[in-house]
């Protein structure tokens, strides 16, 4: 989102339209006062819309063209695959969700999903994420009472 108009922010929640099924899905930002209060300051001096990037080079705002753009060169610039789609930020925000410990059901619920096959094409597998599933793992077998493992045993006995 570049523009954010007026009707799109209520509460302290701005209303993304995704650009494939036109849906419109919350973003909340009560756990980011600080942003909240830069948006609405923003919203306060504009009478329709108010720019939410802008270029720091220029102070002007990014047009969807121009952003969509220098996206295509930073891989370029670092030696990485060209082959990244302006639209992949919205990959990029639901796999760090994924990475952050969020539920598929609080991804969806971001991403506007409907089904998890769905979601399931936008979080992708990381490290991370098995990473903290050993931890996990590790937790739940340090604590008193059974593990799958013990369960296993009492139920062939």
Same mark, same amino acid.
Request: positive net charge; glycine residues 8%; charged residues 30%.
């Given at each position: 989102?570049?523009?954010?108009?007026?009707?799109?922010?209520?509460?302290?929640?701005?209303?993304?339209?995704?650009s494939k099924t036109n849906v419109l899905g919350p973003v909340p930002l009560h756990e980011?006062?600080?942003?909240?209060?830069?948006?609405?300051?923003?919203?306060?001096?504009?009478?329709?819309?108010?720019?939410?990037?802008?270029?720091?080079?220029?102070?002007?705002?990014?047009?969807?063209?121009? @952003?969509?753009?220098? #996206?295509?060169?930073?891989?370029?610039? *670092? $030696?990485?695959?060209?082959? !990244?789609?302006?639209?992949?930020?919205?990959?990029?925000?639901l796999t760090e969700g994924g990475d952050s410990g969020a539920s598929a059901q609080q991804l969806k619920a971001l991403g506007s999903i409907k089904t998890l096959a769905i @979601?399931?094409?936008? #979080?992708?597998?990381?490290?991370?994420? *098995? $990473?903290?599933?050993?931890? !996990?793992?590790?937790?739940?077998?340090?604590?008193?009472?059974?593990?799958?493992?013990?369960?296993?045993?009492?139920?062939?006995?």
């Amino acid at each position: 989102m570049l523009h954010l108009p007026k009707t799109r922010y209520r509460d302290g929640v701005i209303r993304v339209k995704q650009s494939k099924t036109n849906v419109l899905g919350p973003v909340p930002l009560h756990e980011a006062p600080d942003l909240m209060q830069e948006i609405e300051a923003a919203l306060a001096q504009r009478t329709e819309t108010t720019t939410i990037v802008t270029n720091e080079a220029t102070g002007r705002p990014w047009t969807r063209h121009h @952003l969509a753009r220098k #996206v295509k060169e930073v891989p370029r610039a *670092a $030696g990485l695959n060209e082959d !990244l789609w302006f639209e992949d930020l919205r990959r990029i925000g639901l796999t760090e969700g994924g990475d952050s410990g969020a539920s598929a059901q609080q991804l969806k619920a971001l991403g506007s999903i409907k089904t998890l096959a769905i @979601l399931n094409t936008y #979080v992708l597998p990381t490290d991370y994420q *098995a $990473g903290r599933v050993i931890k !996990l793992r590790q937790k739940m077998r340090t604590k008193k009472g059974p593990t799958s493992e013990k369960a296993r045993k009492r139920t062939s006995e």
